[in-house]
């Protein structure tokens, strides 16, 4: 399974969180603590809001510890709201197109889990899509395919409306194709203004999600402001971390974060 964090706060350089924490999420790639998935090695990507409502969006198919670009990158990119992603495939090919984050517009997406059976369940779910959206569809992850779902079910509306939707939808396709491997997924979206998580799972074995407070290098720094979500935590001060319970999902906005419960529907 994949890694991957959210930040949200005061501008920083990347290369704050990506890099200079005790279990960043460069670390993490090589070895991560809360996954069965140890070093994650497939690709990488970062996505970050600046002075544009869109996102700027680098991925590339090196492992995030032996990439040059993105450690220069890091270095000199500061912002305000960041995505970054390390990806453990769960069966896809190994590209570029395949990396998260994935964008469309001003959203940002990225997930670590899975659609189970996906191999049987990629046209039904695709069949979904609305045409305007699936144009944009340029791999063929299931993780793709799922935000591009929750777009045409009124992801810029609604995140966990929509969430809850595309969850429900895929999870009745699983049944009506018998699939016995369990939907799971623990996620994040952004506008560049806010940040959602979703964790879920149809087995209650959701992969890790926590939201905290992690030492950063801001020039302004607000106590006790939530700044980041992460599928595990970058240091080891356990004061700065809470999990996320199953069936939850967040919203983060200006340093707060609210939760609501994880329903899928139809």
Partial sequence: MCRWMAYGGPEIFLKDVLFEQENSLVKQSLSAR???WHTNADGFGVAWYGQKNTPGVFKDILPAWNDSNLHSLAHQIES????????????????????????????AFMHNGQIGGWAHMRQAVESLIAPELYQHRLGTT??????????????????????NQALGLVGKLMREHGVME???????????QQIW??????????PSLYYGTPTTHAQEHFQGQ????????LDDQASHWCAVAEST??????????????????
């Fill in 80 to 107: 305000r709201l960041f995505f970054a992603h390390v990806r453990a495939s769960s069966g896809t090919s190994v590209s570029r197109n395949n990396c998260h984050p994935f964008s469309h517009g001003e959203w």
């Fill in 34 to 36: 809360e996954s069965h």
């Fill in 142 to 163: 299931d993780s793709e395919a799922l935000f591009l779902l929750a777009l045409t079910l009124g992801l810029a509306k609604d995140p966990p409306k929509a969430m």
């Fill in 197 to 206: 998580g979703f964790r879920y799972s149809s087995d209650q074995h959701s």
């Fill in 249 to 266: 999902g967040l919203v983060w906005s200006q340093g707060r974060i609210q939760t609501f419960a994880i329903t899928p529907t139809l």
């Fill in 226 to 233: 939530i700044n980041t979500m992460a599928s595990e935590p």
């Fill in 182 to 192: 369990p939907l799971r997924l623990s996620a994040a979206c952004s506008n560049g």
